[in-house]
């Protein structure tokens, strides 16, 4: 019953998260349907670009002509290519006073032409899962590191042309994929030998696709920035997750503790992301759903000579996005106080 109620608690905080902060986080009902790539927003109805498609196509299939697929090119203006739109792409399809003039006819097709979603339980929406980095005991080799960038920035960002020098150990980079930019983050300060033994993190900052070759350098154009790109930043082999998370409960008698947020920052709330001191081998999964405690002490006269008494009391809630085998990262879905590094993190009921 106590695992219905965070849920529960989950849910109601998500829907407040909606209208107050960003990135949009909400929950879905079981056995809600949606039909699947086609998103409505605030500002309109969205599609997410699937593999294979092209603006002449899209045309066809939501205005039945495909000979307006110029006015698509005219609604997103973050298209510079109209012969070039990527998988993930969010296209605007219509505004929002245009919502009535969507043909029952065109939803019909779309529910048709996608397998029906099987059935899961509660779904948690974290826009920026993919931002999201980790920390692993063991190293991972690159694939790559940037070596230049075109123009000689002092700020890489989205748009921008960089200069891979590849490694010579990992599989070759290929043309026309994807990879994710990540640099490590050093351990630092008076914790660094304690934070050294959980391993190295991997710190995400960006995706960008390979697009040429110039000698012994391999060309790449920067997709999205998540954050500030550096010179010898390394690539690994980009792996999008879904930001839809099924909720599911974490494993009885689990306690764990929450050693550092993803920032560094010292003040962690709702929103933010942390890392985990438990991982795969301890039976962690994605979606599952812990709540995190703080220890409150028994007030007890100056004359008294027995130990206080340390309650554990509930303030908070985890979400698991990654899992590693000895670590974890969560989403901070919930706090009413500020969480401290040390925190617990499991089930004490």
Do not use: C
Not at 316 to 328: K, S
Request: glycine share 8%; net charge negative; hydrophobic share 35%.
């Amino acid at each position: 019953m106590e695992s219905r109620n965070m849920l529960k608690t989950i849910l109601v905080t998500a829907a407040v998260l909606v209208l107050l902060v960003s990135p949009v986080a909400f929950a879905v009902e079981e056995n809600e349907r949606e039909i699947e790539n086609v998103v409505e927003l605030e500002t309109g109805v969205y599609y997410i670009v699937q593999e294979g498609d092209t603006l002449w196509d899209l045309s066809q299939r939501f205005s039945d002509t495909p000979w307006l697929w110029p006015n698509l090119w005219e609604e997103n203006n973050q298209i510079s290519n109209p012969h070039q739109i990527y998988p993930g792409e969010r296209i605007r399809l219509f505004r929002k006073k245009d919502y009535e003039k969507i043909i029952k006819k065109d939803v019909t097709e779309i529910v048709m032409e996608e397998p029906e979603p099987e059935k899961k339980g509660l779904q948690y929406y974290y826009s920026q899962v993919n931002h999201v980095g980790f920390v692993r005991k063991s190293w991972l080799p690159p694939y790559g590191k940037i070596s230049k960038v075109r123009d000689d920035k002092e700020l890489i960002g989205t748009g921008d042309v960089v200069y891979i020098n590849p490694n010579p150990d990992t599989p070759e980079l290929i043309l026309g994929e994807r990879y994710t930019i990540y640099r490590n983050r050093p351990w630092t300060g008076s914790d660094k030998a304690d934070m050294e033994k959980y391993g190295y993190q991997y710190y995400l900052v960006g995706v960008l696709e390979i697009i040429d070759r110039e000698g012994s350098y391999l060309v790449g154009d920067v997709v999205t920035a998540y954050r500030a790109i550096h010179i010898e930043d390394y690539l690994l082999p980009y792996e999008p997750r879904s930001p839809y998370v099924t909720m599911t409960e974490g494993p009885s008698g689990m306690l764990g503790q929450v050693f550092m947020a993803e920032e560094r920052q010292e003040l962690i709330g709702t929103g933010h992301i942390v890392f985990l001191d438990k991982g795969e081998k301890d039976g962690l999964k994605t979606g599952q759903v812990f709540k995190v405690y703080y220890q409150e002490s028994e007030s007890l006269s100056p004359n008294t000579f027995r130990e206080p008494m340390l309650e554990n009391v509930p303030f908070g809630d985890l979400l698991i996005l990654h899992i590693e085998d000895t670590t974890a990262t969560a989403l901070v879905t919930r706090s009413t106080r500020n969480l401290k590094y040390g925190a617990v993190f499991g089930d004490l009921d």
